[in-house]
Protein backbone atom coordinates (compact mmCIF):
# COMPACT_ATOMS: atom_id res chain seq x y z
CA UNK A 1 0.00 0.00 0.00
CA UNK A 2 1.48 3.69 -1.06
CA UNK A 3 0.57 6.08 1.53
CA UNK A 4 0.88 9.12 -0.79
CA UNK A 5 -1.85 7.30 -3.18
CA UNK A 6 -4.12 6.53 -0.01
CA UNK A 7 -3.95 10.31 1.25
CA UNK A 8 -4.46 11.46 -2.35
CA UNK A 9 -7.69 9.49 -2.16
CA UNK A 10 -8.73 11.08 0.78
CA UNK A 11 -7.94 14.71 -0.38
CA UNK A 12 -11.98 14.92 -1.60
CA UNK A 13 -14.40 15.47 0.27
CA UNK A 14 -16.98 13.91 -1.68
CA UNK A 15 -14.87 10.69 -1.93
CA UNK A 16 -14.17 10.80 1.55
CA UNK A 17 -18.00 10.83 2.01
CA UNK A 18 -18.63 8.14 -0.22
CA UNK A 19 -16.32 5.76 2.28
CA UNK A 20 -17.65 6.94 5.75
CA UNK A 21 -20.84 5.47 3.95
CA UNK A 22 -19.49 2.55 2.06
CA UNK A 23 -18.31 1.25 5.92
CA UNK A 24 -21.54 1.52 7.25
CA UNK A 25 -23.72 0.58 4.00
CA UNK A 26 -26.59 -0.11 6.60
CA UNK A 27 -26.95 2.83 8.03
CA UNK A 28 -26.58 4.86 4.30
CA UNK A 29 -28.19 3.02 1.67
CA UNK A 30 -31.45 0.66 0.81
CA UNK A 31 -30.91 -3.26 1.11
CA UNK A 32 -29.79 -4.53 -1.99
CA UNK A 33 -31.02 -6.49 -4.48
CA UNK A 34 -30.24 -10.62 -4.28
CA UNK A 35 -27.12 -11.35 -5.33
CA UNK A 36 -25.15 -8.47 -4.28
CA UNK A 37 -21.75 -9.08 -2.15
CA UNK A 38 -21.90 -8.70 1.45
CA UNK A 39 -21.38 -5.06 2.24
CA UNK A 40 -21.78 -4.41 -1.03
CA UNK A 41 -23.66 -1.32 -2.42
CA UNK A 42 -24.65 -0.74 -6.55
CA UNK A 43 -22.84 2.24 -7.68
CA UNK A 44 -26.09 3.58 -8.64
CA UNK A 45 -26.90 4.32 -4.76
CA UNK A 46 -23.52 5.78 -4.72
CA UNK A 47 -24.25 8.24 -6.91
CA UNK A 48 -27.88 8.61 -6.46
CA UNK A 49 -26.55 9.61 -2.66
CA UNK A 50 -23.69 11.59 -3.98
CA UNK A 51 -25.69 13.69 -6.21
CA UNK A 52 -23.11 13.98 -9.00
CA UNK A 53 -22.87 12.60 -12.14
CA UNK A 54 -22.50 8.76 -13.17
CA UNK A 55 -19.13 9.66 -14.81
CA UNK A 56 -17.95 11.69 -11.95
CA UNK A 57 -19.01 8.90 -9.18
CA UNK A 58 -17.09 6.34 -11.32
CA UNK A 59 -14.33 8.25 -11.12
CA UNK A 60 -14.30 9.02 -7.43
CA UNK A 61 -14.22 5.31 -7.16
CA UNK A 62 -11.60 3.80 -8.87
CA UNK A 63 -9.47 6.28 -7.21
CA UNK A 64 -10.45 5.18 -3.85
CA UNK A 65 -9.89 1.17 -5.53
CA UNK A 66 -6.81 2.12 -7.00
CA UNK A 67 -5.72 3.10 -3.50
CA UNK A 68 -7.36 -0.03 -1.86
CA UNK A 69 -9.79 1.39 0.11
CA UNK A 70 -12.98 0.12 -2.20
CA UNK A 71 -13.13 -3.18 -3.95
CA UNK A 72 -15.56 -3.88 -6.31
CA UNK A 73 -17.75 -7.18 -7.49
CA UNK A 74 -19.67 -7.59 -10.80
CA UNK A 75 -22.67 -9.34 -10.42
CA UNK A 76 -24.55 -8.96 -14.09
CA UNK A 77 -25.10 -5.64 -15.33
CA UNK A 78 -24.58 -4.14 -11.54
CA UNK A 79 -21.34 -3.42 -9.79
CA UNK A 80 -21.39 -3.27 -6.04
CA UNK A 81 -18.36 -1.26 -4.06
CA UNK A 82 -17.60 -2.77 -0.48
CA UNK A 83 -15.46 -0.77 1.95
CA UNK A 84 -11.99 -2.74 2.73
CA UNK A 85 -11.57 -2.19 6.17
CA UNK A 86 -8.05 -4.15 6.32
CA UNK A 87 -6.46 -1.52 3.79
CA UNK A 88 -7.97 1.37 5.92
CA UNK A 89 -6.59 -0.20 9.06
CA UNK A 90 -2.94 -0.56 7.36
CA UNK A 91 -3.20 2.52 6.45
CA UNK A 92 -3.84 4.17 9.46
CA UNK A 93 -1.20 2.20 11.38
CA UNK A 94 1.52 2.85 8.30
CA UNK A 95 0.77 6.71 8.89
CA UNK A 96 0.98 6.33 12.57
CA UNK A 97 4.63 5.10 12.11
CA UNK A 98 5.62 7.78 10.00
CA UNK A 99 4.72 10.66 11.96
Known amino acids: MDITTVL ?9 DILSWLKAP ?4 PPQKEGAPEGGICVSHI ?8 PTI ?13 SSHRAGQWTYYRYERDTAQAFLG ?3 ERL
Do not use: C
Not at 26 to 29: G, L, S
Open 47 to 54: REKAGLSQ
Open 8 to 16: SALDNPVRL
Open 26 to 29: AEHF
Open 58 to 70: SLYLATLSRAGLV
Open 94 to 96: ALA
